[in-house]
């Protein structure tokens, strides 16, 4: 079965909403492929590495959490840039991006998924005044030695996290935001929780973390953001009857 692109991206908003986030990058379709979608690959990032794979799989189209035109960056088409977009534009794929759309997301989105895998019951926004929450805080259904939850995260994720420990030695409410948001331990030492959960650490969240006694574990920006796409992935699947691949492809960070 295929589906027209357009239908697609329709399909796509109307879930994630992109209207309602203000957000570093453009959200939904940013480089525009052939009009019918047979088979859709999704990953993390369109690297060149991903693009690559999609070209070998036969892919119509790319779903990514990380994409291209983030605010900031060179407009130029040179280099790296270049080559990504040729890619694309030569064999008649679309890249398709959601970003915080894909995070916060209530069922598909990268910060539920996680909970899920990590056996955590969400409570609600990790943010206490913000008007678009993205972490989120719950609790685990018992509470666990520090050291045995960064087991726990390191066999759900397939990647050791690097813990920086707090004071207390069991574990039972935690906050968590995926990728760089390191700098989001600040709402959980707010909020009095026990650990935080991110992807990236920086210099300073090793002494936020020692001097406020919440435990921290960088469990990987990669590793934390594998999940949304794949959910969004199945459900196109499911509902659109097209063909969906996940394609892995390794980050240390
Ligand atoms: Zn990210």
New binding site residues.
């Given amino acids: 079965m295929a589906v027209g692109l357009t239908q697609l991206i329709e399909t796509l908003d109307q879930w994630l909403q992109p209207g309602k986030v203000s957000d570093y990058c453009p959200n939904g379709l940013q480089v525009e492929g052939r009009a019918e979608v047979r088979r859709i690959v999704t990953g993390v990032t369109a690297s060149q590495a991903l693009l690559d794979a999609a070209v070998l799989a036969e892919a119509d189209a790319i779903l990514v959490?990380?994409g291209y035109f983030w605010r900031g960056e060179d407009a130029c088409v040179r280099g790296i840039k270049k080559r990504r977009l040729q890619t694309l534009l030569g064999h008649d794929i679309s890249l398709i991006v959601y970003h915080l759309p894909l995070d916060i997301h209530p069922q598909l989105g990268n910060n539920v998924q996680l909970a899920k895998r990590l056996g955590l019951q969400v409570e609600g926004p990790l943010e206490r005044d913000s008007r678009n929450p993205v972490g989120l805080w719950g609790r685990l259904s018992q509470p666990v030695a520090a050291a045995e939850f960064a087991e726990l995260i390191g066999r759900a994720l397939g990647r050791q996290p690097q813990h920086i420990a707090g004071t207390g030695d069991l574990i039972r409410t935690v906050g968590w935001c995926?990728?760089?948001a390191q700098g989001y331990i600040d709402h959980a030492i707010d909020r009095g929780l026990d650990a935080f959960i991110s992807?990236e650490i920086s210099e300073p969240t090793v002494y936020a973390a020692r001097e406020s006694g919440v435990h921290y574990f960088a469990a990987g920006?990669h590793a934390t953001?594998r999940f949304g796409v794949q959910a969004v992935g199945e459900r196109l699947a499911d509902e659109l009857d097209i063909e969906h691949c996940y394609i892995e492809l390794d980050n240390p960070v």
Avoid: D, K, S, V
Wanted: a negative charge.
């Fill in positions: 959490h990380h995926t990728g760089a992807g920006h953001e």
